[in-house]
């Protein structure tokens, strides 16, 4: 029988360090099982509502360090970039 897969959680350079919670919430529900923080420390799970207790964190200082903990743990990598809106995209009042 095959092993489970594990889903993680690559998140770079939080903006607002509150957001974890809410994203620790939303991974939980996904079944993720561990969320890799990358280069922000400060960041804090309020807001969770008892999500952490069900997923592992990991703090890494760079994206290199976070890939090469993925690769040897031999995590399948894919990924998902949110940039700011452009100001041409942005709705005019």
Known sequence: MAAAV????????V???????????????FGVAEVVVVGRRDVSAFGSHGATSHLRFRHFASLALARAYLKASKQAISALEQQPPHASLTPKP
Request: aromatic share 0%.
């Open 15 to 29: 903006a607002k360090r509150h957001n974890v919670g809410t994203l620790a919430r939303s991974a939980t529900a």
């Open 6 to 13: 594990e889903s993680v959680v690559v998140v770079h350079n």
